[in-house]
């Protein structure tokens, strides 16, 4: 199966999961708004997501994957799922002692994380109470990515790639409830938050059997200290920082947004707009690229390496450009059509469209960092990325302190994005520079044709939000405002392939070729 086809199966199941992720954002916003209830759900679910990405899929997975396909392709499947049952052991250990950590000291934990809340007791004392139910959230993710690590360490993509549609699943179907019940604010958080940890059983319960399904579903035994954990712990505890940079950020703006009513709801809100082409795009590289790397290298197939780094970068560029103008050229009327309704009113959608564009501006970043980062963490080097991170956490403090009493959670966007693009810059200088990486001119072309395409479909979509200004208006109607909306959709997609297909970098028949190339299709080796 070629790498295109792998990234096909995450995308098509990480858009099911953001799809169904934006009809809960709707009836999120439609409940709650940017209300003091809506400010400590918020608050309380982003803690443990932020641990989530930094630990489960940051650190845990970026170290774990490469030692486990490494140690498949050259030991078997035995050795490997020996392997696994360690480390997750030693896992469990971890997340026990911090859970129980952390209950304990929630209240001081929230101090520091949402500092602004403190001067309104009933609010903070509420993102506490929303917190402590949330956390246990983060054991049951970090099993469900230690699982999924697994599975896509033997190629397995589909099933963990769906987990997170259950999540979506079980939030949605409270949140209905809660809608036609009209349902009391804070006791709609509450219960969102008793859904949140009913969403996470049912992740870790799909990667559980599918790993039964192929017979790899490690036996945990009483952790014990070897060679193995104490290199894996090596590489892992760098990666807090390089593998989650993105988090790191926007844990950081969640702290100096805390100052300001709304601005974590507009933030939040924002940010799951941009994490929806982040998501399918990045998460499918993410996932997908690693392991690939780390076979190729390991059986020294240098050019296979170099090609799936090639298809990934095409593969971001190609989808993650025109994204990006699209959000920042119609962030008002997607806010707008989206959300603005019920107690989300048109104040709360240009504080949040403001965010929004700032954000669109660093999301080809945020794509390239997930091309650029596996070529390090592939090759076991952790050392780069985590210097680069430190340096790039250090940009968006600094920006972000400044520009906040002044653009207020704009600000914190702005410098998300400028750190972002930094980071991204950076490691591909230090791959370019030991030559890990290479950009032909035909390659440089064909990303120049992608921008330029790009640009012409913002000033397209321009144009047509202009022209269908009327129907986007939420007193249009529904359907007619909805209707509008998808026509800008297609009609921007038009464009784009258009000018692709004019250039010569989009042909259909090629196009579905990419999805059924194998492996036999890649050059041999040649050096």
């Not at 990667?207 to 070897?226: G, I, K, M, Q």
């Not at 990006?324 to 240009?350: C, K, M, N, W, Y």
């Amino acid at each position: 199966m070629s790498i295109y086809r792998h990234f096909l199966s995450v995308g098509a199941m990480t858009f099911l999961s953001r799809v169904l992720g934006f009809v809960r954002d709707i009836l999120i916003a439609s409940l709650l708004g940017t209300s003091m209830a809506a400010d400590a759900f918020f608050a309380a679910f982003r803690f443990p997501n932020l641990f989530r990405r930094l630990f489960a899929e940051g650190a845990f997975n970026t170290a774990f994957i490469p030692m486990f396909a490494a140690t498949l392709e050259e030991k078997g499947a035995t050795a490997a799922r020996d392997l696994a049952a360690r480390i997750i052991s030693w896992l469990m250990v971890f997340l026990v002692l911090v859970l129980v950590a952390t209950e304990l000291f929630m209240p001081f934990i929230m101090e520091i994380f949402v500092p602004g809340f403190r001067s309104d007791p009933q609010k903070f004392a509420f993102t506490v109470l929303l917190a402590r139910i949330c956390f246990p959230y983060l054991a049951l993710m970090s099993l469900m990515a230690a699982f999924g690590g697994m599975l896509n360490g033997l190629r397995r993509f589909l099933a963990a790639a769906f987990a997170p549609v259950m999540l979506n699943v079980v939030l949605i179907l409270l949140l209905a409830g809660l809608v036609l019940l009209s349902a009391e604010r804070q006791t709609g958080a509450l219960i969102l938050s008793a859904g949140v940890l009913i969403g996470g059983i049912a992740q870790v319960a799909i990667v559980v059997w599918a790993l039964r399904r192929c017979n790899f579903l490690p036996r945990l035994r009483p952790p014990v200290w070897d060679g193995d954990i104490a290199r894996f712990a090596r590489l892992a505890l760098p990666v807090v920082l390089a593998g989650g940079i993105t988090q790191i950020n926007i844990f950081i703006g969640t702290i100096i947004a805390s100052g300001a009513p709304g601005a974590v709801s507009y933030l939040n809100y924002a940010d799951r707009m941009y994490q929806l082409p982040l998501g399918i795009i990045g998460v499918a590289i993410g996932v997908v690229l690693l392991p690939e790397l780390t076979r190729h290298l390991k059986a020294a197939r240098l050019a296979h390496a170099q090609l799936s780094q090639e298809k990934s970068l095409l593969m971001a560029m190609l989808l993650g450009v025109p994204a990006a103008v699209a959000l920042f050229v119609l962030a008002h009327p997607i806010i707008q059509v989206l959300f603005q309704r019920g107690a989300f009113d048109e104040t709360a959608t240009s504080a949040t469209a403001a965010a929004l564009s700032a954000f669109a501006v660093g999301l080809p970043a945020f794509l390239l960092i997930k091309v650029f980062q596996p070529g390090f963490f592939a090759r076991q080097n952790t050392v780069a990325p985590t210097f680069l991170a430190a340096i790039s956490v250090a940009i968006n403090i600094t920006l972000s302190l400044l520009l906040f009493p002044r653009l207020v959670h704009v600000g914190i966007a702005v410098a998300t994005t400028v750190s972002a693009w930094y980071n991204a810059a950076m490691l591909l200088a230090i791959l370019v520079n030991n030559r890990q990486f290479s950009l032909t001119l035909s390659m440089a072309r064909d990303h120049l044709f992608i921008v330029l395409a790009s640009i012409l479909m913002g000033f397209a979509l321009w144009a047509g939000e202009g022209f269908l200004a009327p129907m986007l208006q939420g007193q249009s109607g529904l359907a007619l405002q909805w209707g509008a909306f998808g026509l800008l959709i297609v009609g921007g997609l038009a464009v784009y392939f258009i000018q692709l297909f004019f250039f010569g970098l989009f042909v259909p028949r090629e196009f579905v070729g990419l999805f059924s190339r194998s492996a036999a299709d890649i050059p041999s080796e040649t050096d």
